[in-house]
């Protein structure tokens, strides 16, 4: 008997199960599976298996990610190839870094290509690294390079499979089966269904999902089916990755969702609205093409008794679902709030990408992407930019309008000419009311102050690319690109802006100490001057010990960086100078 089958209402204590020894024999491994039903069993005993047709594989096990292995956004650029046919295109690319399968949540049909791992000269680094250690990693090397389907080892939710396109290499969390090419399709849609669901949990009811768990998945008239399941497993692969590339943890996104003519108009709100309304249609259509999916497998298997084709919204796996997207015990106001602001969060994060040169409203994609590049080499692919990047790399963050150019000035600038002048002020105020809370709006000075550096560690993953150097008290804060950092660059925040911005909280402290003593002063106006002197005097002390104890020793070391080394090793060589993140120090696994 199936359990799936019975009212929620039933006391499975009511139930006996009578199953025989012969009857576990059916399965592979023979595993205890008493619930399953007797349709099941056969199944099992009279289907091919996955193995047959393709062997899943473990992949390459570094025994050292944290050296060997660093998200895409971390490195050079121009070092990473990503579309290597094979080990000889790979040594002849001479790059350093190539894509690397982990994994991931819960995602299917494509996603979750994040990792790059150190393969230059055919691993050469790795291997030494090994020698008198384990013989048998890396393994697979002969797949490594091939398209294919790859699914988390360990995962908190239901299994989910992905497209892997040729030029990556595996790695165990991230194992990989290489069916025949006319027939991919067919096994990425199996594997996708309910009914890899329903023999995963009967060959192994953990959360770990070995490849030996997969060799033994029965399958069924695979030469039949799978010109029928071709046209469906290429459009739920397509919209996936339409999706993960519209964000910009994908190496392949070129252009935010917000910003494309087809939904832009002079109001942000309609803008808005209209994206909104083409992410819910593609979302129901993701669904009915999934529940397609499902209905064929499950008439083809004769399970219409046991599944049903239906699939929850929360499963249909785009980030422009908000129920996938967060999903919980919240009602769909709360979801549909929550996706606003962080459409908001994500508009605000492409901005300060113009700002700093790694995007560009006139090219879609990278821009400033590879170490030490400037304006200089900005200049040379947009001669004539739409929205000029900062020159020097350096854009402040302050409590107030002390510098002409700071991120709050910038970005009104970009709003401006993203969406118009006309309606600014109406824009302006949409995005501060979806990122406020309790329908209190937050200013947008506020969010740059307070939560902007957040939303862009939990964006990359702790490995930021844009780095805060901020005082002890965070009074002064001033962001650079990490991918355009030079050894001058301490100085120039040094001698142009912290030291300027000293200047003027002096002038200003000295200015409300006068007005205390001012006899054309009200007392209202000497009480608030004495208020705002104590608070600019401390600000002052603040400021002068950071550029004492921090900031001018740090200046004087010129220190170089390695983006090789990923922004682990390089972000702590800047010590207190820059913002803290919690748990960097932490060694990794």
Request: hydrophobic share 35%; net charge negative; aromatic share 14%.
């Amino acid at each position: 008997m199936d359990t799936d089958t019975l009212p929620k209402e039933d006391n499975m204590d009511n139930y006996f199960f009578r199953a025989s020894a012969v009857d576990f024999k059916k399965i592979p491994g023979s595993p205890i599976a008493y619930w399953v039903s007797e349709k099941v069993r056969d199944i099992f005993n009279f289907s091919d298996i996955f193995e047959s047709f393709s062997t899943p594989r473990q992949g390459l096990g570094t025994t050292n990610n944290e050296l060997f292995v660093k998200y895409w956004f971390e490195v050079n650029r121009q070092k990473i190839a990503f579309n290597c046919s094979d080990k000889i295109d790979a040594l002849n690319s001479k790059c350093k870094w190539f894509p690397y399968s982990k994994g991931g949540g819960y995602r299917k049909w494509f996603g979750n290509d994040i990792d790059v791992v150190n393969w230059l000269q055919d691993g050469i680094d790795i291997k030494e690294a090994l020698i008198g250690k384990n013989p048998n990693i890396p393994r697979s090397e002969s797949q490594y390079f091939k398209e294919g389907i790859t699914w988390g080892l360990i995962t908190s939710a239901s299994f989910s499979a992905r497209f892997s396109p040729q030029g990556g290499i595996f790695d165990v969390g991230g194992s990989k089966a290489f069916p025949p090419s006319d027939s991919k399709e067919y096994f990425l849609g199996l594997l996708n269904s309910k009914l890899s669901a329903l023999f995963l949990k009967t060959l192994n009811p953990t959360l770990n999902f070995q490849v030996g768990d997969l060799k033994k998945i029965p399958v069924k008239e695979v030469q039949k089916y799978k010109f029928i399941f071709e046209p469906i497993v290429k459009k739920l692969v397509a919209f996936e990755k339409l999706d993960w590339d519209s964000y910009e943890n994908s190496w392949d996104f070129s252009l935010l969702p917000l910003l494309k003519p087809q939904f832009q108009s002079s109001s942000l709100e309609t803008t808005y609205q209209q994206l909104r309304e083409h992410w819910q249609q593609t979302t129901q259509e993701m669904r009915s093409l999934e529940e397609e999916n499902n209905r064929i497998f499950i008439e083809a298997y004769g399970l219409q008794d046991e599944l049903k084709p239906d699939v929850p919204i929360e499963e249909i796996t785009l980030t422009c679902n908000p129920a996938y997207r967060y999903g919980g015990e919240r009602s769909s106001d709360e979801l549909e709030e929550q996706l606003k602001a962080d459409t908001m969060r994500e508009f605000i994060s492409y901005a300060v990408g113009c700002m700093l040169g790694r995007y560009s409203l006139d090219q879609p994609g990278l821009i400033l992407a590879n170490q030490g590049e400037g304006l200089e080499d900005y200049l040379q692919r947009i001669p004539e930019p739409t929205f000029a990047p900062d020159a020097d790399n350096v854009i402040p963050i302050l409590d107030g309008d002390w510098f002409t150019d700071d991120i709050v000035e910038r970005f009104d600038r970009f709003l401006k000419l993203t969406f118009g002048e006309e309606q600014f002020a109406a824009n302006r105020a949409y995005i501060e009311a979806a990122l406020g809370k309790k329908g209190k709006p937050q200013s947008l000075r506020d969010y740059f102050l307070k939560d902007f550096y957040a939303d862009h560690l939990k964006r990359y993953k702790k490995r930021p690319i844009y780095w805060l150097f901020s005082s002890p008290k965070g009074s002064f804060n001033a962001l650079i690109y990490m991918h355009r950092y030079r050894p001058d660059t301490v100085s120039v925040i040094l001698n142009d802006y912290l030291r300027d911005f000293i200047e003027k909280v002096k002038a200003q402290w000295e200015h409300e100490e006068r007005v205390q003593t001012s006899e054309n002063a009200s007392k209202a106006d000497k009480s608030r001057a004495l208020k705002e002197a104590e608070k600019l005097k401390k600000i002052y002390q603040e400021l002068k010990e950071y550029e004492r104890e921090i900031l001018y020793p740090l200046a004087t070391q010129k220190i170089e960086i390695d983006l090789d080394d990923g922004v682990k090793v390089n972000y702590l060589r800047f010590g207190t100078a820059l913002k803290k993140i919690p748990g960097l120090e932490a060694k990794e696994d």
